[in-house]
């Protein structure tokens, strides 16, 4: 079955940049997806199609795609952007949809 | 403002059935696909299934893991999304989340908070 990989943790210092990668195959012909998840709340939608931003999102937050790897970055973070972030793509019609492991950013 | 909240969850024994509501506002609920996503307990976001607008005639997906036992419906004149469980498995165990497709392409826009369910002997 088809899988997204995700580290399971990043940590970095406020104000510096966060890099959250994706891992897939065949990701030349997927969109990616990325939504935020903060503690005892629903998900957001970050990022779609690879470097959408939706409105509303800060332009802080940043998407883009290189081969096999996407990446979600978080540009000047704060530590209000503490949280697990979750990549998705449309597979296929027998699996629809995929979920990365989810990745726990955490603000030091 | 978009609004969905559901409702309906609840302890339940292996084998036994529940069912879910979501009640949307703020947007023009029968244009959209409707969908529900779970979160068991410290684990990820699994897909459940969608069910389609009028336009495609209603017509559902589900995931593997809950086809056959899981029926989505939903009523456009009261605005509600509805998910059937039938033969429930430990492995039920989750929060779940009703979402709106923004454009009838698996990417959710807006969120319930959730409704909690449990199965448990």
């Known amino acids: 079955s088809y899988v997204l990989i995700q580290p399971p943790s990043v940590a970095v210092a406020p104000g510096t940049s966060a890099r959250i990668t994706c891992g897939g195959n065949n990701f030349e012909t997927r969109s990616v997806h990325w939504y935020q998840q903060k503690p005892g709340q629903a998900p957001l939608l970050v990022i779609h199609y690879d470097s959408d931003r939706p409105s509303g999102i800060p332009e802080r937050f940043s998407g883009s795609k290189s081969g096999n790897t996407a990446t979600l970055t978080i540009s000047r973070v704060e530590v209000g952007d503490e949280a697990d972030y979750y990549c998705q793509v449309w597979e296929s019609v027998d699996n629809p949809v995929v979920f990365g492991g989810g990745t726990k950013l955490t603000v030091l | 403002e978009v609004q969905l909240v559901e409702s309906g969850g609840g302890l339940v024994q292996p084998g036994g059935s529940l069912r879910l509501s979501c009640v949307a506002s703020?947007?023009?609920?029968?244009?959209?696909?409707m969908d529900w996503v779970r979160q068991a307990p410290g684990k990820g976001l699994e897909w459940v299934g969608r069910i389609r607008n009028k336009a495609n005639s209603h017509t559902t997906e589900y995931a593997a893991s809950v086809k056959g036992r899981f029926v989505i419906s939903r009523d456009d004149s009261q605005k509600s999304l509805y998910l059937q469980m039938d033969g429930l498995k430990t492995e039920d165990t989750a929060l779940y989340y009703c979402a709106r497709e923004k454009s009838a392409n698996f990417v959710w826009d807006y969120w319930g908070q959730g409704t909690l369910v449990t199965v448990s002997s």
């Open positions: 703020g947007f023009p609920f029968s244009d959209h696909y």
